[in-house]
């Protein structure tokens, strides 16, 4: 056995080598199966070509939309028309008590777990095929990370983050049909479009680097790849040797995990580099059954491999050329690859305490208490009873609770959430001291907190806005083909209303609004819209009709592709918030089944619902939501507005708190009190950011932060005011929660001071003043507070009404 390795070796490593050196593998004697000779390192020849370590970088981004018409048309138009008032309208004066829930598990009870509201018909079938999914009982989340392995090609890297994983398909220097495993250094990332600008518009770390491949001998041409297992934090992902085989190595999947592990199941293993091995040594076993590498590679990176057999005992490798490793015969057992930049010892030994252990999937809990909240991801782990190793992102580790981990010194680079840092700990709770729970519908700062009512001069000039916005048709400006547009306009009417209504205190005229505004509402809850709305049952969601009648993924933002669901449905959630509170005779089943259909869709919390998937786009991982559902891409999800995604969970609390459902309110504030952390250290770039390039910083937003780029862009144009925007819009009373005022006023004086928001031109510009209002509510009121204010100055989803009452209340108006 000892010397028939040698030979094989040799043999091999003689046709590929120009410059011969000695190496030698050597299997453990039968005696003492774990134990690894360690006979020094195996040395490889320089390889022919050069090693693959600049990978490529596609920067492509559609950014043609016409701003005219995308993304928010001015709907108001000018009137001199008021609202007329019968006198058998009135609503009663309802005072909105915002409240302090204590809930002790808030992802524990689903929603509900009957089928869609009635309404919404079904159908079985959706445009995009499910790609090597297994069938399994619980929905499958379209907007999570490892989607790439189930689109298009399923060829596109699926990042676990510090690690991306992506199917080498026979493709790269090795021409390998495993497994490659990458890991970007800062410094290999690109600027551009001008490297040397500051700042820089994007940068982006080089995918197909191929740094170690986990393969097999017996995968082939005729390879597959299925994935099985699939959660809202975790999936399996399966290499066959064929259709129809049972998988030859699954790669369990769990966000930040701290080795990438190959669950070998009777195959040879065959670990291959396109960058190429320089050296590989066999290491003294690190823990019983555990045998240890450590492999040099031609770009100077230290990387380890840990096996563990199933049987205890030990695996014995043998580098047979600058791309290939081998094992000598089948092996059924796990295989581990972790990175060591530069090499560094005690790290070494970190890696060692913890291998042979890995993750397989986690379970998220959480409770809030007044104002305190906390989640925990559970990791169910699987192999040795070693320290399990997962990687922090910088907003976990401000947050963690840290009695029953250990915070390792292992540092690794991410593509674009700055630093992660090795956590030892079966699970992680991470507390937010400073849950939003007295934000409600009114204007709101911290430091004023709620403002209820107006100056009677206020009052006034808010009730004045308000009959003329109004007067609008309302139904017309709702009835669009796109639930985007339409929700805005919903929104937009609704928080007129109520500023008339609690801030301007006339119940007649917001009466004559909310009657009007159930009626355009009753539309969508009836299903009546142009492109109505239909539940899948393929992937599990409630989607837009219109990509089936048009055959356009695109179609409205891509809705029925899953892209943008937690924008969309948000200002409809917002809207029947609000008539919910200003009516609840209008909270009938049906309705409130309806707005709750659309957050099961998106923000289902619980894996006890069979419909939809757990939590669709908020990622309990990354702490904000991704916006694109089911398109393949290069640089992974991708979100373009964190101002929608709070938006999302504001109104997700407030409808929490309307209907009584505490734990709807509880994940609502929770959620908003994570994105404000990961905003702030991802999306909102204050100057002190650490997490992206310096030279990135200047930017003041990260523009569409994707998982492996980060673009300060729209998808819709480049003007400043777009790519700023985008991440204010809609000003609402989370905003100055989760945009904090040293933030804004950087931001506006980096692109809006000295009267550059005063040329911005159409709705732009009240959204740059509504938010200014955050900072100084006096020079947004007095901008907003103009005799004949034009409206279109208004974006489609918002009001003058608002806007006033907003500044007025942040204490802009006397
Ligand atoms: C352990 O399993 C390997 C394959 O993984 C096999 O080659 C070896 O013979 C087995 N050893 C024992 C002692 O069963
Ligand atoms: C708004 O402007 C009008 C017209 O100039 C003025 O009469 C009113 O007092 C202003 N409102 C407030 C609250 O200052």
Not at 475 to 502: C, E, P
Request: charged share 15%.
């Amino acid at each position: 056995m000892l010397a028939l390795t040698i030979l094989v070796s040799f043999n091999l490593y003689s046709l590929a080598t120009t410059t011969p050196t000695l190496q030698i593998a050597i299997a453990p004697p039968a005696s003492s199966p774990n134990a690894v000779l360690s006979l020094g390192p195996q040395s490889l020849p320089s390889p022919s070509e050069p090693p693959m370590t600049t990978g490529s970088v596609v920067t492509s981004l559609e950014t043609s939309g016409n701003p005219s018409i995308e993304p928010f048309p001015t709907a108001l138009i000018s009137t001199s028309a008021s609202v007329q008032v019968p006198s058998t309208s009135k609503i009663p004066l309802v005072v909105q008590a915002v409240s302090n829930p204590t809930v002790s598990a808030i992802f524990a009870k689903p929603i509900s777990t009957g089928p869609p509201v009635n309404v919404i018909g079904s159908r079985p079938d959706h445009p995009v095929p499910r790609t090597g999914l297994v069938s399994q009982s619980g929905k499958v989340g379209t907007n999570k990370f490892y989607a790439n392995f189930f689109l298009g090609a399923q060829t596109n890297p699926v990042w676990t983050h510090p690690y991306s994983l992506q199917w080498a398909k026979g493709r790269g220097a090795a021409g390998s049909w495993g497994m490659s495993i990458s890991h970007i250094d800062a410094k290999q990332r690109t600027y551009g479009p001008d490297p040397s600008a500051n700042p820089v518009e994007y940068y982006i770390n080089p995918i197909n680097i191929q740094s170690i491949i986990l393969s097999a001998t017996e995968l082939s041409s005729s390879a597959v790849l299925t994935m099985d297992s699939l959660t809202a934090f975790s999936a399996n992902v399966n290499l066959l040797t064929k259709a129809g085989a049972s998988p030859a190595i699954t790669f369990p999947m769990v966000q930040g995990m701290g080795f990438v592990t190959g669950q070998y199941k009777n195959v040879t293993p065959y670990i291959r580099s396109s960058v190429f091995f320089k050296t590989l040594t066999p290491l003294a076993s690190p823990s019983k059954g555990v045998t240890k590498y450590r492999i040099l590679l031609q770009d100077g990176n230290t990387w380890l491999l840990y096996a563990r057999a199933d049987n205890g005992t030990g695996l014995s490798l043998t580098a047979v050329s600058s791309s290939s490793i081998k094992a000598p015969g089948r092996f059924s057992g796990t295989i581990q690859i972790a990175k060591n930049p530069g090499a560094i010892a005690g790290n070494e030994i970190t890696y060692d305490s913890c291998a042979g252990a890995y993750p397989k999937t986690v379970a998220l809990s959480g409770s809030v208490a007044g104002k305190s909240g906390t989640y925990t991801l559970s990791w169910a782990r699987a192999g040795n009873t070693a320290g399990l190793l997962l990687f922090a992102l910088p907003h976990h580790v401000q947050s963690l609770v840290t009695s029953s981990i250990k915070i390792t010194s292992i540092k690794l680079q991410t593509t674009t959430k700055g630093i992660a840092t090795g956590i030892i700990g079966n699970s992680w709770t991470l507390s937010e001291p400073d849950l939003p729970t007295s934000i409600g519908f009114a204007p709101w700062d911290s430091a004023i907190g709620s403002t209820h009512s107006l100056s009677a001069t206020a009052k006034n000039t808010v009730l004045k806005a308000g009959k003329s916005d109004l007067a609008q048709d309302i139904n017309s400006q709702t009835n669009l083909d796109s639930m985007y547009f339409s929700g805005k306009a919903l929104s937009k009417f609704a928080t007129a209303i109520y500023a008339v209504h609690d801030l301007a205190g006339d119940v007649n005229v917001a009466s004559v609004g909310l009657s009007k505004l159930k009626t355009a509402f009753a539309r969508f809850a009836s299903n009546k819209q142009i492109n109505p709305l239909v539940y899948e049952s393929q992937w599990g969601g409630i989607v837009s009709t219109a990509a089936y009648s048009t055959g356009d993924p695109n179609a409205d933002f891509g809705n029925s592709y899953y892209n943008d669901h937690h924008f969309h449905y948000a200002y409809f959630v917002h809207t029947a918030s609000i008539i919910a509170y200003l009516d609840p005779t209008w909270l009938t089943a049906t309705n409130k089944a309806w707005v709750n259909t659309l957050i099961r869709d998106a923000a289902n919390p619980s894996v006890a619902d069979p419909y939809f998937p757990q939590s669709r786009a908020f990622d309990w991982y990354h702490g904000h939501s991704w916006a694109k559902g089911l398109f393949d891409s290069f640089d992974g999800k991708d979100e373009e507005s964190s101002s929608e995604d709070t938006f999302m969970s504001y109104a997700m609390k407030m409808w929490g708190h309307v209907v009584g459902d505490t734990a709807m309110e509880a994940r609502g504030n929770l959620m908003l009190a994570v994105q404000k952390r990961a905003l702030r250290n991802y999306f909102l770039l204050s100057s002190t950011n650490v997490n992206h390039p310096a030279n990135f910083i200047n930017n003041k937003v990260s523009g569409i932060l994707f998982e492996n780029k980060v673009d300060h862009a729209t998808y819709f144009g480049a003007n400043p005011e777009y790519i700023q925007g985008i991440h204010m819009l809609p000003i609402n009373p989370s905003s100055a929660y989760t945009r904090d005022k040293a933030f804004v006023k950087e931001e506006w004086d980096r692109y809006f001071s000295n009267g550059r928001a005063g040329n911005v031109v159409g709705g732009w510009r009240g959204i740059l003043y509504s938010n200014l209002a955050l900072i100084d509510p006096k020079a947004a009121f007095s901008f907003f507070n103009v005799t004949d204010f034009d409206p279109q100055y208004l974006d489609g989803g918002a009001s003058l009404t608002w806007y006033l009452a907003l500044s007025a209340g942040l204490g802009g108006a006397p």
